[in-house]
């Protein structure tokens, strides 16, 4: 086990007890979330972590060695750190502040300049920047630096204390982003301090939810969705995110057919055009045969082109958009409407062809977000006042939502698809 | 007049200066390489930081002439009592700026330094002390007027100076005398305090790119 926490405790002068029987394994390359209330310990377990403070009973370990025996100086060299305040250092450079760790490493100056650069790089922000100091970047900048400070020393372990929630929304999400991909490509460890369960979902594999200095659940985000352990998680969690994260979790793979229409780059026009007879569909998707998608044919072009010596491969259209299998449907929706692509083919991981997305399908997706968030806007309204007042506005919103669903509805039809009737109201 | 005064008493007046300067000089540097670390540790040991910065409060108090003929019985006469008590005077300025100025860096400055991986000493050395540089500064400059203007008085217990030339006047009842002794000592303060400032600003961190650009 990587870093590995048993029986913690965690005990304030007054017996206030902070942290109680606090266990978890934490594996290499997870990205655990401790969330909770103010009060509920989290930020305490993580702190007990690089012994910014000291465990009243338990034991911590990284890679088998108890930390407790360690130098705190030089375990904190190992561990990365960021905080909700960003901290970099005023009086620093921003190479300075980056390369902070290595210099207390004594690293030499040609091997801190040059990793300040491979940092900032990987934050996206511009070389410029390392002779600049912290008041002359934005907050959101700052916090890239405290992330790129955190990693200059090849840091196996990255705590971030709250490191988002000072910053506004689309910063926020930006740094998430970062982040996490930062966390997918390094493989390192990442204990992330949190209020925010949207923050949570998105970057956890694993979160921790914690209550009164006790873990409550240790889960996948997916299962702390679909079964939270108690009321308090759920309340955590909130109804209405319970169930609107749902098309945050569905992945393009559970919505696509799985019949796509395709041809192999070899086959001829003349069965090429069958088979689009036979479909009865405009366009046909080109694989190789080794069915990885390669583009696509319209009818448009076959027709232009027509000749029976052509094979398909002659003519298709390489300029294709395409979506991974397990791209989530929440981030997919907006780029395939706005692009306004008809069908959607999508790919495994290996590039190799799954399955479509057709608008009929988004139309369901769309139509069921819409639902379900206005009928828990009007249920929230409910809680608040319990007067009959509230249900003449929850009736329009009701009834614009039909409207607008049957608006897409009619588009979807226009555009010569057809979509299923069934509705999935407040499942 | 100034002429006349400067041909009698010209050789005169610049040994006395840099008498002056000598003892108030070693005072003050006393003063700061005392009281600096003092406030540094006192920030490690709140508890006792108020009790040690009242005390140098209260010797603060203590008029200075009362001071000076204290270190008599205990020092004796001449240069080495007066350098004691004008360093006692220093003292306060520069350890209760110290102790504010490292209280007053940042929090969040200080977490993120020990969560690096800081030592004690290497955050006091590259974190505290560069920040609190303007603050602590500022206490050496007031120390450095002070010392400067009561340095004055040693010359009672025989420890030479401009204060010389002021008590000469004062008992031979000639005012060219207590202005000869004055206004160099005004000089001299003002142009240490001007030469301290300019090493306040070297030490104040930059904080901008831009020139000049301090907090």
């Known amino acids: 086990m990587f870093l590995s926490m048993s029986h913690l405790n965690k005990t304030y002068s007054g017996n206030k007890v902070a942290v109680e029987d606090f266990n978890l394994e934490i594996e290499k390359g997870e990205f655990i979330c401790f969330i909770g209330t103010s009060g509920s310990g989290k930020t305490t377990t993580m702190r007990m972590i690089n012994r910014m403070l000291n465990q009243t009973s338990g034991t911590i370990q990284i890679e088998g060695q108890d930390i407790s025996k360690m130098n705190p100086v030089q375990l904190r060299r190992r561990i990365g750190y960021v905080i909700q305040n960003i901290g970099l250092l005023p009086h620093m450079t921003i190479r300075d502040n980056i390369t902070l760790v290595p210099r207390l490493l004594k690293w030499s100056e040609d091997k801190r300049n040059q990793r300040a650069k491979e940092m900032i790089e990987m934050v996206e922000l511009p070389d410029s920047f390392l002779d600049r100091y912290p008041a002359e970047l934005s907050g959101g900048q700052q916090q890239r630096i405290g992330v790129a400070r955190a990693l200059a020393a090849d840091q196996d372990i990255i705590l971030m204390d709250e490191a988002f929630s000072a910053l506004d929304p689309v910063t926020r999400e930006m740094l998430q982003d970062l982040v996490k991909n930062l966390q997918q490509k390094s493989g390192k460890t990442f204990v992330f301090v949190t209020h925010d369960m949207d923050e949570a979902l998105k970057l956890a594999t694993r979160i921790v939810v914690m209550s009164h200095g006790k873990m409550v659940q240790v889960a996948t985000p997916e299962e702390i969705l679909r079964h939270p352990a108690n009321d308090f998680v759920e309340e955590l969690i909130g109804r209405d995110r319970l169930i609107q994260a749902k098309p945050s979790i569905t992945t393009v793979g559970q919505v696509m057919l799985k019949t796509p229409v395709a041809m192999v780059s070899s086959a001829t026009l003349v069965q090429a055009l069958k088979l689009m007879h036979d479909r009865r569909v405009d366009t046909l998707l080109v694989t190789d045969k080794e069915n990885h998608l390669r583009g696509f044919v319209d009818i448009e072009t076959l027709n232009d082109n027509y000749s029976p010596t052509k094979q398909l491969g002659d003519i298709f259209n390489e300029r294709i958009f395409y979506v991974n299998e397990n791209a989530v449907i929440r981030d997919t929706v907006d780029r395939i409407l706005k692009h306004g692509y008809k069908n959607v083919p999508v790919v495994d991981d290996d590039g190799k062809l799954v399955g479509i997305v057709t608008r009929a399908a988004l139309v369901d997706i769309v139509y069921d977000a819409l639902f379900v968030d206005d009928k828990l806007e009007s249920t929230g309204n409910d809680d608040q006042e319990t007067t009959g007042t509230t249900q003449p506005s929850s009736d329009s919103a009701m009834s614009q939502t039909a409207k607008s669903a049957q608006g897409q509805q009619a588009s979807a039809e226009s555009a010569g698809t057809t979509t299923s009737d069934e509705t999935k109201v407040g499942d | ?215």
């Open chain 2, 1 to 215: 007049m100034m002429i006349t005064f400067l041909q009698n008493f010209g050789g005169q007046l610049i040994f006395k200066t840099w008498q002056h300067l000598y003892i108030s000089g070693i005072s003050l540097f006393l003063g700061v390489i005392v009281a600096i670390p003092l406030g540094v540790l006192l920030t490690r040991f709140k508890k006792i930081a108020g009790i040690v910065i009242g005390l140098a409060s209260v010797l603060q108090t203590v008029p200075a002439m009362a001071l000076l003929a204290l270190m008599i019985p205990l020092f004796g006469i001449g240069a080495k009592p007066a350098i004691i008590a004008l360093f006692i005077y220093s003292l306060l300025p520069i350890l209760r700026n110290t102790y504010l100025g490292l209280e007053d860096v940042n929090p969040s400055v200080l977490d993120a330094a020990k969560g690096m991986g800081m030592s004690q000493l290497e955050s006091i050395r590259m974190v505290e002390l560069p920040l609190a540089a303007p603050v602590i500064m500022a206490g050496v400059r007031l120390s450095g007027t002070y010392v400067i203007a009561w340095a004055t008085l040693a010359s009672y217990i025989g420890a030479g100076g401009l204060g010389d030339f002021i008590f000469n006047g004062l008992n031979l009842y000639r005012g060219d005398l207590i202005l000869g002794g004055s206004i160099p000592v005004i000089i001299l303060a003002l142009v240490v305090d001007y030469l301290l400032g300019l090493l306040e600003k070297a030490l104040t961190p930059r904080v901008t790119g831009d020139e000049g650009g301090q907090s």
